[in-house]
């Protein structure tokens, strides 16, 4: 049965989007089917995944609007191993659109990838560092949460938010949602605030906070300006193996 993760976390700079792409090039590369949407206006996984957010014909926001059915708009990407709803700034007009809507506005985007989902095994949502209603959108479609937190302060403070957000979703739209899995970006043992807050995340939430830790990687930052994962760009990179055993990490607990 076809997973639909929704990656978000409303505090920008976290590796979220890293995360999905890596994230989704590892699984495909572990012989998952993988559809990547990406739902972000910076269009940032569309153009981590070699595909030019200025050039494209259509786009999540003709998908969300009604304009193209999802299959007219989902891309191929070869070099990095799985298909692509693609996005880029065009999404900022359909949050506007979204508000003016009296009905269903919420459900938009899982009633537009219905039709294609069970052709994958894994769907995973690259949502907007904010908890507007594209997020809700992701949200409301998907079947759990995957959270990239970096370990610090600021972002403990903003965990709370987006769980309460989750919860309100779960209440009123989409009861199956769950949290997947917390999973820690950036990550520096050396850092003892870094140490300080994986504990308090640990102590908190238990088996929800994932075992695999993404380091801090020169070759991460690097692989976007290519257009790849680094997990094609410096495939034994320490970033890449991370994204590798994360990915095995989901696949063992979400039974993938």
Request: charge should be negative.
């Amino acid at each position: 049965m076809t997973k639909i993760i929704a990656l978000t976390n409303q505090k920008g700079g976290v590796g979220k989007t890293t995360t999905a792409v890596n994230l989704a090039a590892s699984l495909a590369a572990l012989d998952r089917r993988v559809l990547l949407i990406d739902l972000d206006p910076q269009g940032h996984a569309t153009m981590g995944s070699g595909i030019d957010k200025h050039e494209l014909d259509g786009s999540a926001l003709d998908v969300l609007m009604g304009d193209k059915r999802a299959a007219e708009v989902i891309l191929d990407c070869p070099d990095a191993g799985y298909a692509l709803l693609p996005g880029n700034g065009d999404l900022t007009a359909a949050e506007v659109d979204l508000l003016d809507r009296d009905e269903g506005r919420e459900r938009c985007l899982g009633n537009a990838i219905e039709a294609v989902a069970g052709e994958y095994d894994v769907v995973l949502i690259d949502c907007p560092p904010s908890l507007n209603m594209l997020t809700v959108n992701a949200l409301t479609a998907a079947n759990g949460v995957l959270i990239p937190l970096q370990c610090e302060f600021y972002a403990l403070e903003g965990l709370s938010a987006l769980l309460d957000t989750v919860d309100q979703i779960k209440d009123r739209v989409n009861p199956k949602l769950a949290i997947f899995g917390i999973v820690r970006t950036m990550f520096d043992s050396r850092n003892s605030l870094t140490r300080d807050v994986s504990k308090q995340l640990r102590d908190y939430f238990g088996d929800t906070l994932l075992k695999t830790t993404v380091p801090r990687n020169v070759r991460v930052a690097e692989a976007p300006s290519h257009g790849l994962p680094v997990t094609k760009y410096a495939r034994f990179s320490r970033g890449s193996q991370a994204h590798r055993v994360l990915a095995k990490e989901l696949i063992r607990r979400l039974s993938l």
